[in-house]
């Protein structure tokens, strides 16, 4: 079974920056990928980004490609989210997951969850 912990949220101004960081545990290598997911109020969980072993591969949403970076460090079971140039946008509520990501940006792909943490960009 894989535990999920986020951290790092948090509340900024436009312009700023956060560092998520996600620690797993409990055979998360047999996990393709990780991936940090976004919800906000009213809309639908969207994939932000995703970090899969298979091919070395690394994946963006659009809206936050050359501002997000997503980081995985499987020896230490961590993942990691750095976000730039915040803007209001990007308010959500942060998920990191971990399954096989053959579709990286589908929830349905992802067998594990964490309990999320809140990220909120003011103007």
């Known amino acids: 079974q894989v535990q999920l912990v986020e951290s790092g949220g948090g509340s900024v101004q436009a312009g700023g920056s956060l560092r998520l960081s996600c620690a797993a545990s409990?055979?998360?290598?047999?996990?393709?990928?990780i991936a940090w997911f976004r919800q906000n109020q009213g809309k639908e969980r969207e994939g932000v980004a995703a970090?899969?072993?298979?091919?070395?591969?690394?994946y963006y949403v659009d809206s936050v490609k050359g501002r997000f970076s997503i980081s995985r460090d499987i020896a230490e079971d961590m993942a990691y989210l750095e976000m730039n140039r915040l803007n209001p946008e990007d308010t959500a509520m942060y998920y990191c997951?971990?399954?096989?990501?053959?579709?990286?940006?589908?929830?349905?792909?992802?067998?594990?969850w964490g309990h999320g943490t809140q990220v909120t960009v003011s103007p």
């Open positions: 997951a971990a399954g096989t990501g053959l579709r990286w940006a589908r929830e349905e792909d992802y067998k594990f």
């Open positions: 409990g055979n998360t290598y047999r996990s393709n990928c």
């Open positions: 970090s899969c072993i298979r091919g070395d591969a690394i």
